[in-house]
């Protein structure tokens, strides 16, 4: 089955209880599309981003068997320093205002689909945090959060890949 075909709320994979619809490939694109900078950036395939948010479902999977959680005092903080603390600078209203307009959402409805996500985003950047010190640790290295080097940006890759490998077989796909 080609993704062209299918309705909004039709599956188009399958990884144990989540679903994926074309409705999300479509919100997963536009959104990249809105918020990228680089205008040059080759589109992802829908297969790509397919496993982009599987990946994330397993890496917040990963996170939750480790132990990590994320308390609505969590949440709340992290809209204060992402959302609301960029709406009180000035390029932060217009990017913010704009990014609204183009996806067709007032600021509150905004803040509402930022608040819905917040918890992978901590999920996946404390699982990130974990796997670095980690490396840190055992390779007897300074674990810099700000500045993270190339060595330790691509153990987080290869960690992340690594689970997602482990998991592929779980995913059934009803696209091509």
């Known amino acids: 089955i080609e993704t062209q075909t299918l309705e ?3 599956p188009v994979a399958t990884y144990k209880d989540h679903t994926v619809t074309m409705n999300m490939i479509e919100y997963q694109r536009s959104t990249t599309t809105t918020l990228s900078q680089d205008t040059n950036a080759p589109a992802l395939t829908d297969r790509e981003i397919i496993d982009n948010i599987l990946k994330n479902i397993m890496l917040e999977e990963e996170a939750k068997s480790r132990g990590i959680y994320v308390s609505e005092k969590d949440i709340e903080e992290f809209l204060d320093s992402t959302v609301y603390a960029s709406y009180e600078i000035e390029e932060g209203k217009v990017f913010i205002d704009e990014y609204c307009e183009g996806a067709g959402l007032t600021f509150d409805e ?3 689909s930022v608040r819905e996500a917040a918890p992978s985003i901590i ?3 404390r699982l990130e945090r974990e796997i670095a010190e ?3 640790e055992e390779n007897s ?5 700000l500045n993270p080097s190339q060595e330790i940006r691509d153990t987080i890759k290869e960690e992340e890949n690594s ?5 592929k077989d779980e995913i059934q796909y009803y696209v091509k």
């Open 110 to 112: 905004y803040v509402a």
């Open 134 to 136: 980690t490396y840190c």
């Open 163 to 167: 689970i997602f490998e482990a998991h």
């Open 141 to 145: 290295l300074v674990f810099d959060e």
């Open 8 to 10: 909004k709320e039709d």
């Open 123 to 125: 999920l996946k950047a």
